[in-house]
């Protein structure tokens, strides 16, 4: 395996929404050295690589930055920080305009104002929107862009980090990085649960099949402070094609219904959890299938909904035509998706202050791998990256860079070796990643049991994820493109196990079918009007509860 070294003074892992916009803040704003890592393509990698037809976070006309605090924080019955979605959100108009001058098309009504979709939502073709920013950071100066490079581990010595493991999966080159600081920007975890489709189908995901939750697995194993992994995210999708709904509820303003016709979600509530736990009961009770009903909407509204999922979901616009049947004619059946860790929907992430520095010192993260703030969606994505970018600026300029150590990094060379030449595995990667799979549907709260759970459960899973990572330790990959699907299984194994320690700690039941507790299927704000968060030592994932951060304090590491 050839080996390479590199040195940056700021390394961004992953091209996505947050990676990109932190390397476009970082040129505008000093004539720092960046290296992006990206294990996909810049181009068309992460949540946007298909497109989307809205951006859902805006503050529009007659609203404040802190309506939409407000918002999220009673979407996510107060389990956030507070500092952390005003930082967001004072920057989301600003971004907004940024990416338009980058070439999005904003739709405009007659009087050149942004067409809104709701309160917080603009009307965008948004189907270009990552080639844009990726041709953005493509003509940045100092700035260079590693494509097909598979990060796999920080190196963090005394809670400072000076770089990071990886591979080629194209080149098969092993690159040592040394960097000044580092922002982790990699997204959320998908592939813990088993989906709703199987088999060739079961990449029709609501999240990236792709994001294996890699940022969050490197900050465990490197001892950072995770918090509010129990806050797990499931969302309600159009059946079959997991496009989303929000296009319906938000755009032609179709209601859930169940099968008798029945609008049931003023019985439940219309908070995220609450329309996923409703669509359960429903179909729990007899009353299913649930639908978002669309029937009698205008033909104008017709066109409208089939040229909007051409821009993100073009599944849902085949099935109407195969169909012979236009949304007016017929209501949209949906589902819920298995459970994800995802900090962009909910406060799933690194523990991070208001400058998005996590507890490991140089290390800084954004959009959905940083945690406590959620509802970002992409513009709080290039939000953070933003606020990250310019925090890393000044940690460079204040301190000086720290050498990888040499043991360390033979170390990392001898695993990948290890997994390159060592044929003694009985399982492949894929099997064990649909073991994995089993275990949280069936033991985590996954579809399988409704997204219900307790602590019997919990603890016959924990005790099944070490197993498998166990057996993870002898496989064997004949190219580097499965010694990428290794690591990948690794990473989501790590992050199942903090789930799990963290769906364990929360004794109550705050979001329903988030995290529904059946040994504690009550709120208690007594005692969990907190923030579970998490360290790993020696092994074990140790909790620990925090009191939450009031709205007008900002929380800063003492380190």
Not at 420 to 434: C, G, I, K, V
Request: hydrophobic share 35%.
């Amino acid at each position: 395996m050839k080996t390479e070294r590199l040195k940056t003074d700021i390394l961004i892992i992953g091209g996505g929404t947050a990676g990109c916009y932190a390397a476009l803040t970082i040129s505008e704003n000093s004539d720092a050295k960046v290296l992006i890592c990206e294990k996909a393509h810049i181009k068309r990698s992460g949540c946007l690589a298909a497109g989307v037809n809205a951006l859902n976070a805006y503050i529009a006309e007659g609203k404040t930055p802190q309506d939409y605090v407000d918002y999220a924080k009673k979407d996510a019955d107060n389990i956030v920080r507070e500092d952390l979605l005003l930082t967001m959100s004072e920057r989301l108009n600003a971004v907004t305009k940024r990416l338009e001058q980058l070439g999005l098309v904003i739709l405009k009504d007659k009087n050149g104002k942004y067409v809104t979709r709701g309160n917080r939502n603009l009307k965008i073709n948004g189907e270009n929107i990552k080639p844009i920013l990726a041709n953005a950071v493509k003509k940045l100066p100092n700035t260079d862009v590693l494509n097909r490079v598979n990060i796999t581990d920080f190196f963090v010595k005394n809670n400072r980090i000076s770089g990071a493991f990886g591979f080629g999966i194209e080149n098969e080159t092993f690159y040592i990085i040394e960097a000044n600081a580092v922002i982790v920007a990699t997204g959320g975890a998908a592939g813990l649960y088993k989906p709703n489709n199987p088999g060739f189908s079961r990449h029709k995901m609501w999240y990236p099949p792709f994001n294996t939750g890699a940022g969050y697995a490197m900050g465990i194993k490197a001892g950072a402070e995770m918090t509010t992994f129990e806050m797990r995210f499931i969302a309600l999708r159009c059946k079959d094609t997991i496009a989303p709904t929000g296009t319906l509820a938000q755009g032609v303003g179709a209601k859930q219904i169940n099968s008798l016709g029945e609008v049931y979600e003023t019985k439940y509530g219309i908070t995220t959890s609450q329309r996923v736990y409703g669509t359960v009961n429903e179909n729990q009770q007899g009353r299913g299938p649930c639908y978002l009903q669309t029937e009698g909407i205008t033909a104008e509204q017709d066109n409208s909904l089939k040229k909007a999922y051409l821009n993100m979901a073009p599944s849902q616009t085949l099935k109407w035509i195969e169909s012979g049947k236009n949304p007016s004619e017929q209501n949209v059946e949906i589902e819920g998706t298995e459970p994800y860790i995802v900090g962009g929907h909910t406060a799933s992430g690194y523990w991070v202050d208001t400058k998005r520095a996590t507890t490991v010192k140089g290390l800084f993260a954004a959009g959905d791998v940083a945690g406590g703030c959620p509802q970002k969606y992409v513009t709080g994505a290039l939000a953070e990256g933003e606020i990250a970018a310019l925090s890393a600026i000044n940690f460079v300029n204040e301190n000086n860079s720290v050498p990888i150590d040499e043991a360390m990094t033979e170390e990392h060379i001898q695993e990948a070796e290890k997994f390159l030449t060592d044929n003694n595995s009985r399982f492949t990667a894929e099997q064990l990643e649909e073991a994995m799979q089993t275990v949280m549907d069936s033991y985590a709260g996954g579809i399988k049991t409704n997204y219900r759970f307790n602590e019997k459960q919990l603890n016959i899973a924990d005790e099944r994820i070490v197993n498998l990572l166990k057996l993870s330790e002898n496989l064997y990959a004949e190219d580097f493109q499965e010694l990428m699907y290794i690591y990948e299984l690794r990473e989501r194994l790590v992050v199942c196990r903090s789930v799990i320690a963290h769906l364990k700690a929360r004794k109550e039941t705050r979001w329903h079918s988030f995290a529904e507790n059946l040994d504690y299927p009550d709120k208690d704000d007594k005692n969990f009007l907190k923030y579970v968060n998490s360290r790993y030592q020696d092994g074990e994932i140790k909790i620990i509860l925090r009191d939450l951060v009031d709205g007008g304090t900002a929380y800063e590491h003492s380190y």
